[in-house]
C-alpha cells in the first residue's frame, strides 16, 4: 500500500483537562475542528467506563459538529456496543481497559477473547461500523483478527515508542512484518500509541501502513505550540516520510 499516510487525531486529553476543573472548557468539539484546519484526516475519542474524559454528551457532540469520521475507542462490552450501534460512528476500535490503568496498556487479545468478541464484531459490522481492534503486532493477533472478519486492524506502538536502540530495530522490524501480513490477507493496518515528533517517520514509513491515530502527544504539545501547528507538523512528518 502506497499513497498519503491518513493521521487520526485522539481529542480525549482535552477532556482531560476539562474534567479537572468542571465545566466547559477546553472544548473537545472545537480542538476536533483545529485538528481539521491543520490536516487531521479523523478523530478518535474513547469513551471509557469511568468517563474519565471524553463523557456520553462529547459524543453526541462530535457526531453533529465535525465533518470528519469519527472513530469511537470502546471496550468490548454490552454498554460500549449499545453506545456505539445507536450513535453509528463511522468506525469503531475495540481496545483493552482497565480502570485502574492510565492509559491503554498493550493491544487487545484477539486470539484469547475471540469467542466474545465475535458478537459485537458482527454486530458493529451488520450496523455499517467499520469495526477495528487495537493489538499488538504478532502473527496470532493478526490471524485471530482475520478469522474475526474486520476490516481493519491498529497496532499498538507502545513498545516501538519506549525502547530505544537496537529493541527499537527489533519493535520497528516487528510492526512492519505485521502490517505486511495484514495487507497481504487484505485488511487495512493502522498503527498508534506513544508517537512523538522524533519517533514517527519510521513508522510513518511502513508502506503498508494506511493510518497513524495519535493523541495525547499533540496535545501535550499544543500547550506550547497550539493545537494547529502541533497537528500541522505532525502531518508534515508523516508526509515527509512517504
Do not use: W, Y
Request: glycine fraction near 10%.
Amino acid at each position: 500500500m502506497t499513497g498519503r499516510l491518513r493521521l487520526g487525531v485522539n481529542i480525549d486529553h482535552v477532556a482531560t483537562i476539562r474534567n479537572a476543573r468542571g465545566g466547559e472548557h477546553p472544548d473537545p468539539l472545537r480542538a476536533a475542528q483545529a485538528a481539521e484546519r491543520a490536516g487531521a484526516d479523523g478523530i478518535t475519542a474513547h469513551l471509557r467506563e469511568d468517563r474519565r474524559h471524553i463523557t456520553d454528551a462529547d459524543i453526541d457532540r462530535l457526531m453533529r459538529g465535525i465533518a470528519l469520521p469519527l472513530n469511537l475507542e470502546m471496550a468490548a462490552t454490552d454498554e460500549m456496543l449499545a453506545i456505539a450501534l445507536a450513535h453509528r460512528p463511522h468506525a469503531a476500535c475495540i481496545v483493552p481497559e482497565k480502570r485502574e490503568e492510565r492509559t491503554t496498556e498493550g493491544g487487545l487479545d484477539a486470539a484469547g477473547q475471540f469467542a466474545a468478541l465475535v458478537p459485537i464484531v458482527d454486530q458493529l459490522g451488520a450496523a455499517g461500523i467499520r469495526v477495528s481492534l487495537f493489538i499488538e503486532p504478532t502473527e496470532l493477533q493478526v490471524d485471530a483478527a482475520l478469522r474475526l472478519g474486520v476490516p481493519v486492524i491498529e497496532f499498538h506502538t507502545g513498545r516501538f515508542a519506549l525502547v530505544g536502540g537496537e529493541d527499537r530495530v527489533v519493535e520497528l522490524r516487528r510492526i512492519a512484518d505485521a502490517a505486511a501480513l495484514a495487507a497481504k490477507n487484505g485488511i487495512e493496518a493502522h498503527a498508534g500509541h506513544g508517537l512523538t515528533f522524533d519517533n514517527v517517520v519510521p513508522v510513518a514509513a511502513i508502506p503498508q501502513i494506511a493510518e497513524l491515530n495519535i493523541g495525547h502527544f499533540l496535545i501535550g504539545e499544543a500547550i506550547f505550540t497550539g493545537l494547529e501547528a502541533s497537528v500541522a507538523r505532525m502531518r508534515s512528518l508523516m508526509d515527509s516520510a512517504r
